[in-house]
């Protein structure tokens, strides 16, 4: 809030109006109505199109035996234990590749690791099922001559969330290795030089220079990437069309087929919200947790 | 680690080395191969011309790239203009209830859009704006992240600047477009690039708010065609093919918005 009470004192609301009206009415419209009237559906058995009548709790109550529901939100915190730490540990592993090289080469890494991140999904999928569809395809390939015969990664339910797990860290990655990349170009050269001269090799230089540094960007990666991929829809709902639904479904997509494909705009709202709470739970850790190292 | 040759011949940095390369090597490849895959197996160049003049002209690529450039367009200028302006008056006016609004922003990161699908869809039927380019870009608008970024920009801005123009008669508009804005061009173009890139993958909205194919964003019609053969792979390339050109002419500046984006809402 630096700034905030140096300004001038007098109040000027005409000055400020129209330039805060159109950002105001934006947000009002757009998501401050459209979050409290979430909140009124989920009281409601409205459809997708047409309000409802108010039915009270009923719409939580559901949520409690509904099957499908805790389906979706274990499927989404299988995917969030199979993405967040891995990709955030492989975002580190791959930031200190960037960061020993030097010049064009150490552009062309960092493109190469960046570049995915920059691809609508739906070109993310369909280079993803190409891969792996055919015994003609390479990984295809290779898992047949590995195995004897092809693996179908994107119709059993053992295989399908670890490999849209792969999939994300492949596509996202980009931007954890950014973020990395700035926490190891501030830490000053010349600790590591004092340690070289202390002759502590290269593990002892990530143990007790690198790593300790790191933690706070680490923290702050972590917890993007929870509350992002928490959210998850896009590149699951594009892999499942060949899935066993109740292995692929995610809270999003579960929200999505129970208000347009079974029109329960009222039932899907009562999901949303916990959707909600399940964000908003991870976004207060977040804050928690950046505060802690801030004051330290 | 003792210098000289027994540097060069150190095991641990050529294993580090190989793991490196091992490591680029993987992230390459799928796109490298989807690349070449779309050559065909005949002869590179004429394959190559082949499938992509196929999916250029027997499919409604055009059109669909027209949907993606206007709607992503008009996000990108929306958010701009509303959210430079916004943040000039939060930071540079008093007025009632910009505590409010300032805190509304920051406190907006909590609820996740995705829930918001169902009365966005409500919203924008009512409107009658389903199959529109409008009804694509309103829900798209909110960007509180623009706002924190420029809000926080125009703070470092020396007060006397401001305050000199001020006192010369000129008005907050005025001191907006003719200082601050242009004080901080590098900001907007950066800003204005990942809105672009964000509008132009979006995926869960553009995909629910049309179902006429002639007004799909192209991201949403590949995924809508599903011929996963070579020219679904090349329909799928070109559709990543305007963000990856925007990413390589703007490097430095892409990844600048993108590490600023976090690093202004963790100072915020």
Redesign the interface.
């Given at each position: 809030?630096?700034?905030?009470d140096?300004?001038?004192?007098?109040?000027?609301?005409r000055?400020?109006?129209?330039?805060?009206l159109?950002?105001?009415l934006?947000?009002a419209?757009?998501?401050i109505?459209?979050?409290l009237?979430?909140l009124a559906?989920s009281f409601t058995d409205g459809a997708?199109?047409k309000q409802g009548a108010w039915v009270g709790l009923a719409n939580y109550e559901r949520l409690l035996s509904d099957r499908g529901f805790g389906a979706a939100l274990r499927n989404t915190l299988y995917f969030v234990a199979l993405t967040v730490v891995p990709g955030t540990l492989v975002g580190l592993?791959?930031a200190m590749?960037v960061n020993?090289?030097r010049g064009y080469w150490q552009?062309?890494?960092?493109?190469?690791?960046?570049?995915?991140y920059?691809?609508?999904?739906?070109?993310v999928?369909?280079?993803?099922?190409?891969?792996t569809?055919s015994p003609n395809s390479?990984l295809g390939g290779l898992a047949q001559a590995a195995n004897g015969t092809t693996i179908p990664v994107w119709s059993s339910a053992a295989w399908f969330m670890p490999s849209v797990a792969v999939l994300t860290i492949?596509w996202t990655v980009g931007?954890s290795v950014?973020?990395f990349l700035?926490g190891l170009r501030a830490i000053p050269k010349n600790l590591y030089e004092a340690a070289?001269l202390d002759?502590a090799?290269?593990w002892a230089q990530l143990r007790w220079i690198t790593w300790p540094l790191l933690k706070p960007i680490t923290i702050?990666v972590l917890t993007?990437q929870l509350i992002l991929q928490v959210?998850v829809?896009?590149q699951v709902y594009?892999m499942a069309?060949q899935a066993p639904s109740r292995s692929a479904t995610v809270l999003?997509h579960y929200?999505?087929s129970v208000?347009?494909q079974r029109n329960q705009?009222g039932y899907?709202?009562a999901v949303?919200?916990a959707?909600?709470f399940i964000?908003?739970a991870f976004?207060v850790l977040q804050f928690q947790l950046?505060r802690i190292r801030r004051a330290k | 680690m003792s210098g000289g040759l027994g540097r060069r011949w150190d095991l641990g940095g050529l294993a580090l080395w190989v793991a490196s390369l091992v490591l680029v090597g993987l992230w390459a490849f799928p796109l490298a191969w989807a690349i070449f895959a779309t050559a065909g197996p005949a002869d590179a160049t004429a394959g190559f011309f082949r499938t992509y003049s196929n999916v250029l002209f027997s499919t409604d690529l055009g059109r669909w790239y027209l949907n993606s450039i206007v709607t992503s367009g008009g996000v990108t200028l929306f958010v701009i203009a509303i959210s430079s302006t916004c943040g000039y008056a939060i930071s540079q006016i008093a007025f009632a209830g910009r505590r409010l609004l300032w805190y509304g922003i920051l406190g907006s990161f909590m609820i996740p859009v995705q829930a918001l699908i169902v009365n966005h869809f409500f919203l924008i039927y009512q409107w009658g704006l389903l199959n529109t380019w409008l009804g694509v870009i309103l829900p798209q608008l909110i960007a509180p992240i623009a706002v924190i970024v420029y809000k926080q920009f125009f703070d470092s801005i020396p007060q006397e600047l401001g305050e000199a123009a001020f006192l010369d008669g000129a008005k907050h508009w005025q001191i907006f477009l003719k200082i601050y804005l242009p004080m901080n061009w590098g900001v907007t173009v950066a800003l204005a690039i990942i809105v672009f890139i964000g509008a132009w993958n979006a995926f869960l909205w553009p995909f629910l708010a049309v179902t006429k194919p002639e007004m799909m964003n192209v991201t949403v019609s590949i995924a809508q065609i599903r011929s996963y053969g070579v020219s679904g792979l090349a329909a799928a390339l070109m559709a990543g093919l305007p963000v990856v050109v925007i990413y390589l002419l703007f490097q430095r500046r892409v990844t600048e918005a993108v590490t600023l984006s976090v690093a202004e809402k963790d100072e915020a």
């Open positions: 809030m630096a700034g905030m140096s300004q001038r004192d007098r109040k000027d609301n000055a400020a109006l129209p330039l805060v159109p950002f105001v934006v947000y419209a757009l998501f109505y459209p979050s009237q979430m559906t997708l199109t592993a791959l590749v020993r090289l552009a062309i890494a960092l493109s190469v690791f960046f570049v995915p920059i691809l609508p999904v739906s070109t999928t369909s280079i993803a099922y190409l891969l569809d390479p492949w931007f950014l973020l700035a070289q002759g090799g290269r702050l993007i959210r829809f896009d594009l069309s999003v929200i999505y208000a347009f705009a899907a709202s949303a919200v959707l909600f964000v908003l976004v950046l | -």
